[in-house]
């Protein structure tokens, strides 16, 4: 029997990503994507919008990357596949989940300001040797230009400086 499980998401954090370590200290970096679908009723004529939560979590170097540069409100591209989890909660009840285990992922535009501004900074702060000065390529596990620049090709949003003619 063929499957399939590939998911293509973008959309808005509902949440700051939330980053913790498993015993053998592996990076768990889980948050929360909101996507907007708007359309206009045949009937009425009058403007809909739903819109779909998902959780999601990205492990190792791609988690701590997330957890550093996105907060709540930021726009985000992933890929990754679907997982479902099953367990017994405290009550007794039997509780499930799926949420979407990020593979890749691709910071969009300069954030939750809705203004397309630039990259922004680090949501926590580090000496600027240990934030490698570029953006992240998940694909080779690590940081690229040193000139900065939004991760894997992503839009920085317009130059910063006075000397672009336009």
Known sequence: MASYNKVILMGNLTRDPQLTYTSS????????????????????????????????VCFGRSGEVINQYMAKGRSLHVDGRLSFSQWEGQDGSKRSKLEVVVENFTFVGG??????????????????AA????GYDSNQGGYDSPQGGSPQGGYDGPPNDDSVPF
């Open 111 to 128: 954030g939750g300001d809705r203004q397309g501004g630039g990259g922004g900074a680090p949501r926590q702060q580090q000496p600027a």
């Open 25 to 56: 200290n592996t990076a768990v970096c889980k948050f929360g994507l909101a996507m907007n679908h708007t359309w206009k009723d045949r009937n009425t004529g009058e403007k809909k919008e739903q819109v779909a939560f998902v959780d999601c």
């Open 131 to 134: 934030q490698g000065g570029g």
